[in-house]
């Protein structure tokens, strides 16, 4: 098994920022893919980024780039998601991922944290 714990959440005002950090534990080498989701009130949660630990390949979905970015730290299983000028739609609970497939099918998850954006 592996335990992912998220950090970071919080209120913040329009155009402001936020890091988000997920630490991993348990059975870490089980996995090379680190990912952020998000799911917003009444929406389906959705990839935000993700990071391959083999390859160091990154994606960010279209309506973060430029703005989001995406970090992590294999020896320390860590990954961390810095997130700039902040819109409220950016408003959601964020979801630390972990699994064996860059962009699908994650297996291992976080318990969320909140991200509010004020207007």
């Known amino acids: 098994q592996v335990q992912l714990v998220e950090s970071g959440g919080g209120l913040v005002q329009t155009g402001g920022s936020l890091r988000l950090s997920c630490a991993a534990s348990?059975?870490?080498?089980?996995?090379?893919?680190m990912a952020w989701f998000r799911q917003a009130p009444g929406k389906e949660r959705g990839l935000l980024a993700a990071i391959n630990w083999n390859s160091g390949s990154t994606y960010l979905a279209d309506s973060v780039v430029g703005r989001f970015t995406i970090s992590g730290d294999n020896a320390k299983n860590t990954v961390s998601l810095q997130m700039n000028s902040l819109k409220p739609e950016d408003t959601a609970v964020y979801y630390c991922?972990?699994?064996?497939?860059?962009?699908?099918?994650?297996?291992?998850w976080g318990q969320g944290t909140q991200v509010t954006v004020s207007s």
């Open positions: 348990g059975r870490t080498f089980s996995y090379s893919n």
């Open positions: 991922a972990a699994g064996t497939q860059f962009l699908y099918n994650y297996i291992y």
